[in-house]
C-alpha cells in the first residue's frame, strides 16, 4: 500500500498544532501512523515548522508522497528543493553514464 506524508492535527480545540507524520495512503487523519517527521505550529509568528530533513528525504526516495499542504511545508522548509537537486544531479549522472 501506498503512503503519505501527511498532517494529523493535535492540540487543544480551536488552537491547532501538527504533526507531520508518515501514513498508510488509507488511514484516518489523527489514526495510527508509522513514523513522526516534525511539527508544524501555525500559532506562532512566524510559523513554526520542524522537521527531520534526513527522514523526510528517506521516505521520499522510498516512494512516499506528500499532500498538499505538506508539500507547502517542505517547500518553505527548503526541504523538496534539497531533494530535487540532489535527485536531478543523480539523473543527470546516470543518463550521462548511460549515453557513453
Not at 40 to 60: E, F, S
Request: aromatic share 6%; hydrophobic share 30%; net charge positive.
Amino acid at each position: 500500500m501506498a503512503t503519505k506524508i501527511k498532517l494529523t492535527r493535535k492540540g487543544m480545540k480551536k488552537q491547532p498544532t501538527y504533526r507531520v507524520v508518515i501514513q498508510e495512503e488509507r488511514s484516518k487523519r489523527d489514526g495510527k501512523y508509522i513514523e513522526n517527521l516534525g511539527v508544524y505550529d501555525p500559532r506562532q509568528n512566524p510559523p513554526l515548522i520542524q522537521l527531520k530533513a534526513d527522514r523526510v528525504n528517506h521516505w521520499l526516495k522510498a516512494g512516499a508522497t506528500p499532500t498538499d499542504s505538506v508539500g507547502r511545508l517542505l517547500k518553505i522548509a527548503g526541504i523538496t528543493d534539497k531533494y530535487y537537486k540532489q535527485r536531478k544531479k543523480t539523473n543527470v549522472a546516470t543518463e550521462s553514464e548511460g549515453a557513453s
